[in-house]
């Protein structure tokens, strides 16, 4: 059967598993069931679900896990996070624990502006250029009113519109680079579509323009688009607390833990192999509060990587250090969320999860994500610093091997009591199960 389809969008359902099943498996009937047990039995929320994107044929599960006790500027939350890998929700309420008996966190907006751009290709004399685009700079923001009025009413909007010459990058380009506040919004529906209306008055404009020559006024528009880089939207969380505060019960002094911590840090900051498994550490918090929230995980992980290399070189996005007896570790990233609009008022888990942590504002869950990055690569120094990252990690990891091998119920008491005392590697729980069943 050929495996290429026209009018595949326009099949229903049904139809569309039918094809797939019976181009792409030779048990139909077993695939067919697999994409089935996953569909709600609510119809009008499967069908909710099945309008969030084209060709949808099943529901795709990842836990919803909570992490309790975080201490946030005196406000306690429990973090929800929505993530498949073992280790992270308990790490994460560890660190939560551990900060929360410390003081806390500590966590603050320093900005919220985002950007956009509306990239051009214009051939002619620059002065001109400029002349023009301060003629018909208002006009670009009055016609976009219709698009910003009620962002406007409430305190937001387009902050400013700058040419900029791009000219020794790549011959002909310039761009206008606007700036925005979208308040409780992420903001993309409305940054793109003021961009594109930038983008039709200037090129109106500019074929309206008597100090242009014919060619100048064929200026080409190439592509109007928000940028996810947003190093202007940025949130800093930190912890600190006295050194001997930092108490540890894993066989180490608090003078060695926090020196060994601190090296960690450094580390990452100047070796780009080990920044990368620093901040992927991070953003298992990050995304996994960023996805429970509805909000755009791509988006946040392109911009906060672009901002980990600002500087020319990858690096680490937590930073730590020691000053008269007192340890402190923070966290400055970039971050565009939304508390509205998006999947936050449809998807009935995002809204839970918007309500379990008491309505925030974009601000307040900037600042919560941003502790949830802090607090994942607390826990993840403090264990590799300490006893090594296996230990909890095959500890959680337990429960998946055991599933792997379709334990019961009992088996898995027996063998989570087991390995309590005993180191878990996959063969020694492999080893195990074998000797459990003979
Ligand atoms: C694993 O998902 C994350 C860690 O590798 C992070 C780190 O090394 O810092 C444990």
Redesign the pocket.
Known sequence: MSKTITGFSKLSKSKKIDWIVNTYFTNTEAAKSVLKQYWNSNDKLQQLHDEFIENTITNYYLPLGVAPNFLINGKTYTIPMAIE?S??VA?ASKAAKFWSERGGFKAEVISTTKIGQVHFMYSGDYTKLKQFFNTVKPQLIAKAKPITKNMDARGGGILDIELRNKTEDISGYYQLHATFETLDAMGANFINSCLEQFAKTFRAEALKYNDFTPTEKQLEIVMSILSNYVPECLVRAEVSCKIEELNEDKGISPQVFASKFIQ?VKI?EVEPY?AV??????M?GIDAVVLATGNDFRAVEAGVHAYASRNGKYSSLTHAKIDEGVFTFWIEIPLALGTVGGLTNLHPLVKLALELLHHPSAKELMQIVAVAGLA??FA??R??TTTG?QQG?MKMHLMNILNQFEATDEEKLLLIDYFKTNLVTHSAVVEAIKKLRS
């Open positions: 890998e280790s992270v790490a960690a990452a080990r498994t620093h901040n992927k550490g991070i298992n994942q690569n993840a120094l264990s590799l990252i990690h």
